[in-house]
């Protein structure tokens, strides 16, 4: 009788053993992927952070290139005033030159 309850308890200590050593090996490989799953959220935050900062450097030299722009065509209202001006005065002497 005392010789099967060691057996059994050999037996239960055996699958307790095992069934330890399947819980170490799972919670290291769900160590192992928790590494990992924050590594790529790290990874992406900064490739995000980074995406920002080019979209917001590139918007700040668009918003320069069309003030710079803005700045050198300020004189074509003045132009095309000069030039309206100057149509009408030869539309002017073309019809007392006509008449």
Known sequence: MIDELEIQAQGI??????????LQS???EASVLTTAS???????IE??????NDATEKSKELIQLCLRID???SHIQ???????????Q?????????K
């Open 13 to 22: 200590s055996n699958e307790l053993d095992t069934m330890l050593r399947n």
């Open 26 to 28: 799972q919670m290291f």
């Open 38 to 44: 924050f590594d790529v959220y790290k990874q992406t």
């Open 47 to 52: 490739n995000h952070c980074i995406a920002i």
């Open 71 to 73: 700045k050198e065509f």
């Open 78 to 88: 003045t132009l095309a005033s000069q030039i309206k001006s100057i149509r009408q």
């Open 90 to 98: 030869i539309d002017a002497l073309h019809t007392a030159l006509g």
